[in-house]
């Protein structure tokens, strides 16, 4: 057998993304298995391993878009009839059974229902399968980069985090932390939930852009709660290049993945697995802290904790940037209260009723922030500026 080098074609594409082709058919052994991992990149995310599980993929962010889009636009006028109707026959349509009652006779709606279900099922299944079918590889991937930098990780295999984490949130497999590969699939599945438009991380570098900068300029320390896989982290880090950038998330092998990709694209941003509401860093260190939804994804209890320890950690005039989804001054739509009953049941959503019904502005002020309301709405999340007095 052949030990020659992969051949590598590179097509340029409009909007500056390259795409990078690696053909591995004349080598064998780790080489062989090194080439068929790289496959190039869209943008700034890395392929996956397998053509297959790309275009599998593009049909689940088609079904998407087709919800989203044609099939949303259909249903609208079916809701508003059937709301308009409630309503002339002086049905309340607050609670929850209420509002179950007028939409779920409707199919288009339940065949939505079940359509986005499946969209998400197939989503996880092809991706999970995709880099567990080269397993080895990317465990090693992931221990190489656990000491190489530019950044650093810091977490602790042997910790077991609380319960609520483990729970198969989105109908993700293992949920957040109970895969060592979930990094990789999420980022891909992610992806497709964004339909396509997120490749070059767009919707985290107008996050990036939203984050507030304290009164004063000073931005020297930055940290991002529930960082995921780290895409908020690396679009601060390149906004505020002279800031020392965190990110921390319960799950390991969210910030292994984290950590490799940013050090991948040469950004230096530093990923630790603690608690948000235990974050372990001194009294106020930072000039700034973002979530991006991450309360949704928690207890109201795990959020209590959370606000007063981005209190704690924040220095006088420092800011904490929230985008998540509208809480209770918004949400008074009654599709609204029955897309997110379906999505917390049918998408195991366990925290997010009870999130967008509670009064997160009132738990910031009695926190002891001053509030207020950003322009900015990104995807489902809007944003909340909660500053610690001077
Ligand atoms: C929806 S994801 C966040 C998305 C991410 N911020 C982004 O920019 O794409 C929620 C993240 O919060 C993490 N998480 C959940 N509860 C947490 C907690 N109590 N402390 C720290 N991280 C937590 C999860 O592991 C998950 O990675």
């Known amino acids: 057998m052949s030990r020659m080098g992969p051949a590598i074609s590179v097509i340029s594409m409009p909007q500056g993304i390259t795409l ?38 593009e049909f689940c962010e088609s079904m998407r878009s087709f919800i989203f889009g044609p099939m949303s636009k259909a249903i609208a006028p079916q809701v508003a009839a059937v709301i308009e109707k409630a309503k002339t026959a002086g049905r309340d349509l607050e609670r929850v059974n209420d509002v179950r009652a007028i939409f779920d006779p409707l199919p288009i709606v339940t065949a939505r229902n079940r359509l986005l279900r499946s969209a998400q099922e197939m989503m996880w299944r092809r991706y999970r399968e995709t880099f567990h079918a ?10 190489t980069y656990d000491h190489k930098g530019p950044g650093t990780v810091a977490y602790d295999a042997d910790w077991d985090p609380p319960a609520y984490v483990k729970h ?8 957040y932390g109970g895969d060592p590969l979930v990094g990789y699939w999420y980022h891909h599945a992610s992806n497709v939930f964004f339909i396509g438009a997120n490749t070059q991380d767009e919707y985290h570098l107008s996050l990036a852009a939203a984050t507030r900068v304290p009164k004063d300029g000073k931005m ?28 921390l998330d319960v799950a390991a092998p969210q910030v292994r993945y984290a950590h490799k990709r940013a050090a991948e694209l040469g950004v230096e941003c ?86 967008t019904g509670s009064d997160f502005d009132g738990l910031l002020k009695k926190t002891g922030f001053m509030v207020e309301r950003g322009e900015q709405d990104i995807m489902l999340a809007c944003t909340t500026y909660a500053e610690k007095p001077a």
Not at 168 to 175: A, K, L, R
Not at 229 to 238: C, H
Not at 312 to 336: A, C, E, Q, S, W
Request: net charge negative; with cysteine.
């Open 270 to 355: 530093h990923f630790v697995q603690r608690l948000a509401e235990d974050t372990k860093f001194p009294d106020g260190h930072f000039d700034a802290v973002t979530a991006f939804l991450l309360f949704h994804e928690v207890s109201l209890e795990a959020g209590v904790k959370i606000v007063q320890e981005a209190f704690r950690i924040l220095r006088p005039g420092g800011i904490f940037t929230v985008f998540d989804f509208p809480t209770g001054h918004k949400n008074n739509d009654p599709y609204f209260t029955y897309f997110m009953d379906v999505d917390s049941k049918d998408n195991c959503e366990p925290y997010s009723v009870g999130f």
């Open 168 to 175: 198969p949130i989105h109908i993700q497999p293992g949920g």
């Open 220 to 247: 020297s320390r930055i940290l991002e709660l529930g960082c995921s896989i780290g895409q908020l982290t690396v679009t601060l880090k390149e906004r505020f290049p002279n800031a020392q950038v965190y990110g």
């Open 134 to 143: 080269q397993d080895d590889v990317f465990r090693s991937e992931l221990a």
């Open 20 to 57: 990078y082709f690696t053909f591995a058919s004349a080598m064998q052994g780790d080489e062989a298995m090194n080439a068929i991992v790289d496959r190039g990149w869209v943008g700034r995310l890395k392929r996956a391993p397998e053509l297959d599980a790309e275009t599998y993929g």
